[in-house]
């Protein structure tokens, strides 16, 4: 059983900047792959960014040279900092751990920008 626990959402000016947090804990395997996704109202959830257990990361274009995502394997944590952070980045952030047929999901974080 995986349980993740993100933290770090709030309110904030456009331009502005938020850092999220992840923290997995219970059956964890640190080569997984975990990340950001994103849902704003009435949209599909999104990918955000991602990042192998190795380091390798991959970003929604939208996003490119805006948000950094790493990881600390030795906390279980998975950090995303987001800077000249947009209205259009309003949205519940969700973290999630991939491992081959299943994916887990954090219960959401949500983060509005204003404008």
């Known amino acids: 059983q995986v349980q993740l626990v993100e933290s770090g959402g709030g309110v904030v000016q456009a331009g502005g900047s938020l850092r999220l947090s992840c923290t997995a804990s219970g059956s964890i395997f640190r080569l997984n792959t975990m990340g950001w996704y994103r849902q704003a109202l009435g949209k599909q959830r999104e990918m955000v960014a991602v990042?192998?257990?190795?380091?390798?990361?991959n970003y929604e274009d939208s996003v490119k040279d805006r948000f950094t995502i790493s990881r600390d394997n030795a906390k279980n944590t998975v950090f995303l900092q987001m800077n000249s952070l947009k209205p259009e980045d309003t949205a519940v952030y969700y973290c999630?751990?991939?491992?081959?047929?299943?994916?887990?999901w954090g219960q959401g974080t949500q983060v509005t920008v204003s404008s």
């Open positions: 990042i192998t257990g190795g380091g390798s990361t």
């Open positions: 999630v751990l991939k491992r081959p047929g299943r994916d887990y």
